[in-house]
């Protein structure tokens, strides 16, 4: 069974403006956050019943990087809507 991730327009925003701070700071950097990005998401296409945060709000963290994906599942149309990729360490009161 596999889902078909889609992203929002606030979370490719907040993946750009990490993109951009991990350039500033590393060469490398930005791509290996692009290659845990897209291990994430395969993940979600796989099995998208990770963690229920609120309601119907899950999450998944990224692999060595501080950030989680928010999303929401629906199983009647296989698709998990990314809602935002929060960095862990913001206010939580923040958190989508």
């Known amino acids: 069974m596999v889902y078909k991730v889609l992203v929002s327009v606030r979370t490719q925003l907040e993946i750009e403006n990490a993109i951009d701070y991990y350039a500033e700071n590393s060469e490398d ?18 099995n998208p019943f990770q963690r229920l945060r609120y309601k119907s709000v899950r999450a998944i963290q990224l692999n060595k990087f501080p950030f989680s994906l928010y999303y929401t ?24």
């Not at 290659?35 to 979600?44: D, G, P, T």
């Not at 009647?76 to 958190?95: A, Q």
């Open 29 to 46: 950097a930005p791509a290996s956050f692009i290659a845990s990005l897209k291990e994430a998401y395969q993940q979600l296409s796989i």
């Open 73 to 96: 599942l629906n199983k009647t149309t296989k698709t998990v809507k990314v809602l935002s990729c929060f960095h862990n360490k913001r206010n939580p009161d923040k958190r989508p």
